[in-house]
Structure formats: C-alpha cells, structure tokens
C-alpha cells in the first residue's frame, strides 16, 4: 500500500515563502506522476502543481505560476513544493498525489498540511 506523508505547513506572512515536502513508502516512487493540490475551506479540491515521472515536465495552475516551484528527488521518495510571495488566497491544505498519468488525479492522497498566509 502506497502512503504519502506530507510536512513543512505552517503560518506565514504574506510574502513569505514556505516548502512543502512529501514522502512516499510503499510504491515504486519512481512510476509516479506527482502533484499538489489544495483545498480552501468552503471550496472544491483544487490542482496546484505536477511533476512527471522523471522530473522533466511540470505543470503549474495559472494562479501559482512564477511564485512555486515543484521538484522531486527519487532518491529519497520525497516531492517538494516551495512556495514563494505567498498570499492570503494561498492559505489551504495542501495534499500530496500520487498515481500513474500526468495531468490526471492519482489515486493515492497524503492527508494533508495546513498552509496559512496572514498577517
């Protein structure tokens, strides 16, 4: 069974940055499409970032373009996000997926870490 365990949440001001981070155990991490996604409260489960397999494509949401980046090391079964000039309308949880596809919603999910940009 496939976990994902994410860290790094946290209180920030906006204008800050801060780095997200995911390991995966229980699956062949290099097979894996990964993302993160957020979710607002009172909204639907949003994409954020992607990164392909082998690290070379990424996809980014218009909204966080510029301002995150996404990497991945296969070595330590990790994914990472840092986010950079973060804003109020950043503040979520961020969740960590996994699955085969680029561009699609895996099928594994981490439970999530809180994101809070304020001043």
């Known amino acids: 069974q496939v976990r994902l365990v994410e860290s790094g949440g946290g209180l920030v001001q906006p204008g800050g940055s801060l780095r997200l981070s995911c390991t995966a155990s229980?699956?062949?991490?290099?097979?894996?499409?990964l993302a993160w996604f957020r979710q607002a409260p009172g909204k639907e489960r949003e994409f954020v970032v992607a990164?392909?397999?082998?690290?070379?494509?990424?996809n980014f949401a218009d909204s966080v373009k510029g301002r995150f980046l996404i990497s991945r090391d296969n070595a330590k079964n990790t994914v990472n996000l840092q986010m950079n000039s973060l804003k109020p309308e950043d503040t979520a949880v961020y969740y960590c997926?996994?699955?085969?596809?680029?561009?699609?919603?895996?099928?594994?999910w981490g439970q999530g870490t809180q994101v809070t940009v304020s001043s």
């Open positions: 997926n996994a699955g085969p596809t680029l561009g699609r919603r895996g099928e594994y």
């Open positions: 229980g699956g062949s991490f290099t097979t894996f499409a």
């Open positions: 990164i392909s397999q082998g690290g070379t494509v990424r």
